[in-house]
Nanobody
Framework: QVQLVESGGGLVQTGGSLRLSCVAS????????MGWYCQAPGKQRELVAR???????TYGDSVKGRFTVSRDNAKNTVYLQMNSLKPDDTAVYYC???????????WGQGTQVTVSS
């Protein structure tokens, strides 16, 4: 069983910052990538940022230059530093885990991020 536990969400004013963390635990093969997706009410889940075990990063267009994804491979932990937050960033943020040689993506329960104007 795989568990992803997110933390760090909350309420922040426009222009503020938050740092999300996600720890993966349980039984899984070698990690390929970890990342963050967000889903706002009435919208589809979309990529925020993703980082491979080799350190290659991918960002959604709306967060480039404002958010930074990083990871600690030894701790199976991924972080998302969110700066210059905007009300449009308000969403539930989900941690994701992709493992080598598996089509399955594991998901966390989600953490709410709310940015007030």
């Amino acid at each position: 069983q795989v568990q992803l536990v997110e933390s760090g969400g909350g309420l922040v004013q426009t222009g503020g910052s938050l740092r999300l963390s996600c720890v993966a635990s349980g039984s899984f093969s070698r990690v390929n990538a970890m990342g963050w997706y967000c889903q706002a009410p009435g919208k589809q889940r979309e990529l925020v940022a993703r980082i491979t075990i080799g350190g290659t990063t991918t960002y959604g267009d709306s967060v480039k230059g404002r958010f930074t994804v990083s990871r600690d491979n030894a701790k199976n932990t991924v972080y998302l530093q969110m700066n210059s937050l905007k009300p449009d960033d308000t969403a539930v943020y989900y941690c994701s885990l992709d493992v080598v040689l598996s089509p399955v993506t594991y998901w966390g329960q989600g953490t709410q991020v709310t940015v007030s104007s």
